[in-house]
């Protein structure tokens, strides 16, 4: 009704109107499906587990879950404690603070962004490990055995942790210094005039004000470590990641697959109520008549120093020194970027990102635009089933969409054996097109969030104009939206385009045959232990990632 009166008061024709709600309609019905793809993975691992039988749930537990599920407990602990101290320690110190080069820190401390924690772990392993230079130059120089002497063990656990905490610090250090920006100086100064020092004003307050967007950063951070699986596998950790991939690929039991896949879905979308509850609840409320910026502490000698060196660890191990490692490891290995071979994976790598990207922006338009047209309980439910896919690990997706599609596809082989004697095959299952969905599921509500952030530029009286000028939702939306909201739409293309070329889990189980990517090529060969080989792929992701981090970083430097 409320469609009608606008279109009459607009002076719009009868057809015009018809027109109108057909094409709302059809978006409604589009935004719909995609929701409906972005919950299939999940309904379908769910029904999977289910339907696996008590004798797979029992072996599981009296066998490997135990160690799964505590494997990925302790490395959640570690990741989140992990990136707390380094993110928090390294937002004060930025926002807070002043010392020599502090401008350049709280920029180059979002760098290890780009590089995805398995191709740390590669460095790091390069040179960290048995054979590595620092225990052969430290066997060369004091000439101990190697039962001599005792080295931290860089393939575990810990290594695995630290390799993650290294690149996902960032998530917490970006929302940590938003927080601090934004807090009024008022209850910090209280703090003190009461006799408190530095420290414990900092503790007592500012610290509590900035608590939401702090556990919101956590919480973003353990979720990518429950969905990691190239460090993990790599460091021989066994996690639920690496279980759902052992039980498919080594073990052929898709029972097994499915009920860990439940489990590790469990555990995510947990997370993922934790962060959107403490995204609701991230609001301060400044009581005072007005903001008084908090004057930053001029720090000199020892302290100075101090702060510089504990800026610039993060920066240094997290992005400056396995670049380096990576570099000569690639210069001195026999891979060649321009061969053939080679030429193949990087085309692979670009098709399924340009793919992926171009489908999950249009989904996120269509999703995001009927949340505009139509708002109410209908598309708020969409949007919300939609943007359920970031807290779904790709390992999860890849068993919950071969599940379903590939008992299609033995069924159409089955029926068209029988009445035609004709086999189809694959013909789902085995298309990239399929794996080009799933990393939409995936990385679908990162456009969702760049697309509405500039969305929400729009004014509502431009959509009223277009309206009152005949124009159609669809002729709206590519009259008035999309024109407006290029920059939006072109950095959601690049962040989808980045995490594709660095998702690892999804396309190693779901790719087509012989059709690997960089990613892939990269894992395979770490894996046969050829990690100078190794290093050119993960050089190629790297310098593709740092794309989306140096937008991240000229926004950094302007908010200030």
């Not at 353990?222 to 460090?231: L, P, S």
Request: aromatic residues 8%; glycine residues 10%.
């Amino acid at each position: 009704m409320a469609d009608v009166t606008a279109d009459k008061a607009a002076g719009a024709a009868p057809g015009a109107r018809h027109v109108s709600r057909t094409g709302a309609g059809a978006l409604m019905v589009l935004s719909g499906l995609i929701a409906l793809a972005c919950v299939l993975p999940m309904l379908a691992v769910t029904l999977a587990a289910l339907t696996g039988g008590t004798d797979t749930v029992i072996h599981l537990m009296q066998t490997v879950l135990p160690r799964y599920a505590g494997a990925t407990l302790a490395l959640v602990v570690l990741v989140g404690c992990g990136t707390f101290l380094v993110g928090v320690g390294a937002a004060w110190l930025v926002t807070m603070t002043r010392f020599p080069g502090v401008r350049l820190f709280e920029v180059m401390l979002v760098l290890p962004l780009a590089f995805p924690a398995y191709v740390l772990a590669y460095a790091y392993t390069h040179v960290l490990d048995h054979p590595g230079i620092v225990q052969s130059t430290l066997r060369d120089v004091t000439g101990w055995g190697p039962r001599d002497y005792w080295f931290p063990e860089i393939r575990s656990l810990g290594g695995a942790a630290v390799m993650l905490i290294l690149v996902l610090y960032p998530y917490v250090y970006l929302l940590a210094r938003a927080a601090f920006l934004q807090q009024s100086a008022t209850g910090f100064l209280a703090a003190r005039a009461l006799g408190k020092g530095p420290w414990e004003a900092f503790l007592r307050v500012s610290l509590p004000m900035a608590r939401p967007a702090i556990a919101g950063g956590i919480l973003l951070a353990v979720m990518e470590t429950i969905a990691d699986f190239g460090t993990v596998a790599y460091f021989g950790v066994q996690t639920l990641a690496t279980g759902i991939y052992s039980s498919w690929f080594s073990l052929a039991d898709r029972a097994a697959a499915a009920q860990l896949a439940l489990c590790l879905l469990s555990f995510a979308l947990l997370l993922a109520i934790l962060e959107r509850y403490q995204r609701g609840g991230a609001q301060y409320h400044n009581t005072g008549k007005q903001r008084v910026t908090m004057p930053p502490a001029q720090l000199t000698g020892w302290r100075s120093l101090a702060a510089m060196v504990l800026c610039a660890l993060p920066v240094i191990l997290g992005c400056l020194l396995p670049a380096v490692i990576l570099l000569a490891m690639g210069l001195g290995s026999e891979q060649d970027l321009t061969s053939r071979r080679y030429m193949g994976f990087i085309r692979n790598s670009l098709t399924l990102a340009a793919s992926a990207a171009v489908l999950t922006v249009l989904a996120a338009v269509v999703v995001g635009y009927v949340q505009r047209l139509r708002p109410g309980r209908l598309s708020h439910a969409t949007g919300y089933l939609a943007r359920l896919g970031y807290a779904v690990p790709g390992g999860v997706i890849a068993v919950g969409l071969l599940v379903p599609f590939a008992a299609f596809d033995n069924a159409l082989d089955a029926f068209m054996r029988a009445r035609f004697d004709v086999s189809t095959g694959l013909l789902v299952t085995g298309s990239i097109w399929l794996l080009v969905g799933a990393y939409m599921v995936r990385f679908l509500a990162a456009a969702l969030g760049a697309y509405e952030g500039g969305q929400a530029t729009v004014h509502a009286n431009m959509d009223a104009a277009a309206r009152s000028l005949g124009q159609t939702p669809f002729g709206t939306l590519r009259r008035v939206h999309l024109p407006i909201l290029t920059p939006s739409l072109l950095t959601a293309l690049l962040i989808v385009f980045v995490d594709v070329m660095k998702e690892l889990p999804a396309t190693l189980i779901m790719r087509p045959f012989n059709f690997d990517t960089l990613a892939v090529q990269a894992f395979r060969l770490a894996s046969d232990e050829r990690l100078e080989g190794a290093a050119v792929p993960s050089l190629v992701i790297v310098a593709v990632g740092l794309l989306p981090v140096i937008l991240i970083c000229r926004q950094v430097g302007r908010r200030r």
